[in-house]
């Protein structure tokens, strides 16, 4: 069993920056792949970056590829979303996800665990 709890979310001006904690409470964290996804009104749900159980591989959404950056310290149980060069259109509720498929990438049902999100906005 995985929990996670997201925070650092916020507003910020367009061309701004935000990092996003998910931390996780449970033992099997460190085996899980973990990713992060967005969710704006009236759209589904949007892959943003995934990260691989020991932090050494990376892979994102076309829409954030070169401005954000996911990382994991699984000494302190966290994954990290760095956003630079923020967009209005970035404006989302985020929220982290965990899974024991290491292959689950933008696979939404490939995923055991999510948190409950943390609303980010960017003003124009």
């Known amino acids: 069993q995985v929990q996670l709890v997201e925070s650092g979310g916020g507003l910020v001006q367009a061309g701004g920056s935000l990092r996003l904690s998910c931390a996780a409470s449970g033992r099997t964290f460190s085996r899980c792949a973990m990713a992060w996804f967005r969710q704006a009104p009236g759209k589904e749900r949007e892959y943003v970056a995934w990260v691989n159980w020991s932090g050494d591989r990376t892979d994102y959404g076309d829409s954030v590829k070169g401005r954000f950056t996911i990382s994991r310290d699984n000494a302190k149980n966290i994954v990290y979303l760095q956003m630079n060069s923020l967009k209005p259109e970035d404006t989302a509720v985020y929220v982290c996800?965990?899974?024991?498929?290491?292959?689950?990438?933008?696979?939404?049902?490939?995923?055991?665990?999510w948190g409950q999100g943390t609303q980010v906005t960017v003003s124009a």
């Open positions: 996800a965990a899974s024991q498929d290491p292959r689950a990438f933008s696979r939404l049902t490939g995923y055991d665990y």
